[in-house]
């Protein structure tokens, strides 16, 4: 996620030289430097120290080391910003008094710059701070501010969506095919349509609903299919599964040592 920001950051006009990425191991050094062209050091403390925005993209169990190796490094006029899911404001709060610090939750579509991204922030972070958090945040798509108490929530729906919409494409390729389509058009057909329904989903200001209502005929094709959906119980399993993942970054959160 830190070198999917980082490319987007390029792109959105950021220059290499005004980055600075770290790595833990010299080959995952190497790797980040290849695929971004940005300095990639091995001290997350240098490469911290004095930047106006501090990106924390390390995976939420690795927090609690990282956050000892910036002992002392950061000061209130940066401001940290978190990606690491399920992990508390307080985590940080309590390691770097007096730091503004940001809470977010983007999502992997920030690779082709539509990511979704919530986030929260500490308790009288600074406009300023905030503002550049958020500049850095929706250089990759749209952002929303949310109290904290919703962050899990959040990396459950968006955070974990976009492998939900996968899950949907390749269960809709292998019907495809298993009705005859080449393998080929069968991608084709199912890849255009989730992009096509989500454009229209969003650029319509139609509620789901609404657009679901109108591509569903009395008798028809789609009603066929949403009853078979409906009946086997496809909003029942979407809720569950929703549940566990926001069960599951509540868990990450406290593994990384956060209080609730
Ligand atoms: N993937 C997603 O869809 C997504 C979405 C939203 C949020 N997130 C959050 O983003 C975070 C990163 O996830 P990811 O999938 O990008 O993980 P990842 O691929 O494992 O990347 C983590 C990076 O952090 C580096 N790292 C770990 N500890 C370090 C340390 N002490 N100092 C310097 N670098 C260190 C690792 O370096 P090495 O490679 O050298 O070990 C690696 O490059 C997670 O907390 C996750 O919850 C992910």
């Known amino acids: 996620m830190g070198t999917i920001l980082a490319k987007g950051l390029l792109r959105a006009g950021w220059s ?45 169990k ?18 940290l910003v978190s990606l690491a899911a399920g992990v508390p404001l307080a985590v940080y709060e309590a390691a770097f008094p007096g730091v503004p610090v940001v809470r977010a939750m983007p999502n992997t579509p920030a690779a082709v710059d539509e990511a979704m991204t919530a986030y929260c922030a500490s308790p009288g972070t600074a406009t300023d701070a905030l503002e550049r958090a958020a500049a850095v945040l929706g250089a990759v798509g749209e952002t929303i501010h ?17 492998a939900y919409v ?13 009705e005859g389509l080449p393998h080929h058009a069968a991608e084709v057909l199912v890849h255009q349509t989730i992009r096509g329904a989500g454009r229209l989903l969003s650029e319509s ?56």
């Open 146 to 162: 949310l109290s904290e108490d919703l962050l899990d929530a959040v990396t459950a729906v968006s955070g974990t969506g976009p």
């Open 166 to 178: 996968f899950l949907l494409a390749e269960a809709m390729t292998e019907a495809a095919i298993r």
């Open 62 to 79: 690795d927090v609690p080391g990282l956050v000892a190796q910036l002992d002392g490094v950061l000061d209130g006029e940066q401001v």
């Open 16 to 60: 290499p030289s005004d980055l600075v990425l770290a790595a833990r191991r010299p080959e995952g050094a190497a790797a980040a430097e290849q695929d971004t062209g940005i300095r990639t050091l091995l001290d997350p403390a240098e490469a911290a120290a004095g930047r106006d925005v501090v990106v924390v993209a390390v995976k939420p």
């Open 205 to 260: 200001g139609k509620s789901a609903f609404r657009l679901r209502g109108e591509v569903t005929s009395p008798g028809g094709t789609t009603a066929a299919a949403m009853h078979v959906l409906e009946e086997g119980g496809f909003r029942a399993l979407m809720e569950d599964a929703i549940r566990a993942a926001a069960a599951r970054a509540r868990e990450l959160g406290e593994e990384s040592g956060g209080r609730r």
